[in-house]
């Protein structure tokens, strides 16, 4: 079965940090493309950043570029978010497809976790 389960939200002060963590499970992360999304209240999911796995190189929307940094270790992914917003108030999901094929950075994954709630608020 298939899950991906993420953690490391919080409410969090304008300038801070947070790393999202998510643990894969039911399948080989180390072979799969793996990524974040966020969903702010009143808008629609967006990318923020994915890993290929065919070569391990990182994509960043340009909202998350400078701040953002996805990393991976084995059955974990990682999203390292630094100098916080209030604009980076969002649901964060973890998300990856086993349909075969690449779909980082523009496709579509199918698998989502069930997403941790980051607040930046002072």
């Known amino acids: 079965q298939v899950q991906l389960v993420e953690s490391g939200g919080g409410l969090v002060r304008p300038g801070g940090s947070l790393r999202l963590s998510c643990v894969a499970s039911g399948f080989p992360l180390p072979g799969y493309d793996i990524g974040w999304f966020r969903q702010a209240p009143g808008k629609e999911r967006e990318r923020v950043s994915c890993?290929?796995?065919?070569?391990?190189k990182a994509y960043y929307a340009e909202s998350a570029q400078g701040r953002f940094t996805i990393s991976r270790d084995k059955q974990k992914v990682y999203l390292q978010i630094n100098n916080l917003k209030p604009e980076d108030t969002a649901v964060y999901y973890c998300?990856?497809?086993?349909?075969?094929?690449?779909?980082?950075?523009?496709?579509?994954?199918?698998?989502w976790g069930q997403g941790t709630q980051v607040t930046v608020s002072s």
């Open positions: 998300a990856t497809d086993l349909s075969g094929g690449s779909w980082c950075p523009t496709g579509h994954p199918g698998y």
């Open positions: 890993s290929a796995s065919s070569d391990g």
